[in-house]
């Protein structure tokens, strides 16, 4: 993978400040409990919340990357939630402690980036804000867009209009609700510059519009982070079997169960945080074989070489593989 970070380790942190930015957004500021500094991390990173409820979700650090002695995040709460964001909005209060695994970062920087076009789309705009302010930092050539319905839906508004520090690259979009009236993706992205890359953070609807309109870029110059999976065509399940070289086991995939699920059930420990395809923390070597992949994190190179996969959702073509376990 493109220079992925994961870190794995799951620390307890403090709710010190929980802040309205809209009527749905409420940043959390998470800090240790001795006021110790945090790990450091990467534009483009994410915590994993592990909540009381049971469920764990991801949210971007939207701060500038680097040390410091908190972590903020953004949550929509979001009308269709299955209790991810409902409970983060009102349950969680300040002073409560919280379960944290990360940061991790699947939506890195390109460090030979010769300039960057950022997109992000409503609460999408989190780990582009980071991205900027490091640009910003670096002292890199590239251009913001936020998109999102109305400015009052939109957090960090105000912030990007008159006191970021990159305020003069950024451009905002707002649309009513029709996307025909927000920004046109195919003109913004209709000339490749070589060194040039995107990176895109938003709703399913834009970030399909946005890889739509960048299909003849460089697939190593395009970067989506997607926390949802969205729905992709696959083949119909087939059974396969699993070699775990390590291990000296030989496991069948039957058609209803996914490979991690053989492997829990044969009582191998696999980290996991979205168990559809989105995070990374799953991703296993393959030594022989050829996965299907079926995983919305690694890039379309990095599937070609077929040497690692997302064993909560991909499965395989050849009738075996062998994986380093
Ligand atoms: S658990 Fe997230 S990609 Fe597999």
Request: charged share 25%; hydrophobic share 40%.
């Amino acid at each position: 993978m493109s220079n992925p970070t994961n870190t794995l380790d799951r620390q307890e942190l403090l709710v010190r400040a929980i802040k309205d930015e809209t009527a749905q957004i409420r940043s959390f500021e998470l800090v240790l409990e001795s006021g110790e500094p945090l790990p450091p991390f990467e534009a483009g990173a994410h915590l994993a919340l592990h909540l009381g409820n049971g469920l764990t979700r991801q949210y971007s650090l939207f701060d500038a990357p680097g040390t410091g002695c908190s972590y903020r995040v953004a949550v929509l709460k979001d009308r269709g939630s299955r209790g991810g964001s409902r409970f983060v909005h009102d349950a969680l209060k300040v002073g409560d402690r919280i379960s944290v695994t990360g940061p991790s970062n699947n939506f890195p920087l390109a460090d030979d980036a010769t300039s960057s076009v950022l997109i992000g789309g409503g609460i999408g705009v989190t780990p582009i804000l980071s991205m900027a302010l490091e640009l910003h930092r670096q002292g890199a050539e590239f251009e913001m867009h936020y998109c999102a319905r109305s400015a009052t839906d939109a957090a960090f508004v105000d912030w990007l209009r008159s006191e970021a520090p990159f305020r003069d690259r950024v451009q905002l979009h707002f649309d009513g609700g029709d996307p025909a009236k927000g920004l046109n993706v195919h003109a913004l992205l209709a000339d490749v510059i070589e060194g040039r890359h995107l990176y895109c953070c938003g709703p399913g609807g834009l970030m399909d519009a946005v890889e739509a309109a960048s299909s003849h870029w460089p697939a190593k110059a395009v970067h989506f982070e997607r926390f949802k999976a969205s729905v992709v065509a696959t083949a119909e399940n087939q059974p396969f079997s699993v070699y775990l070289s390590r291990s000296d086991l030989e496991l069948e995939v039957p058609a209803d169960k996914s490979v991690l699920k053989v492997l829990r059930e044969n009582g191998f420990d696999i980290n996991t945080l979205c168990e559809e395809g989105v995070c990374g923390s799953c991703l296993t070597d393959v030594l022989e074989g050829e996965p299907e992949h079926r995983d919305q994190i690694l890039t379309a190179d990095e599937k070609s070489l077929n040497d690692v996969m997302a064993v909560c959702c991909s499965r395989a073509i050849s009738s075996r593989l062998v994986l380093d376990l």
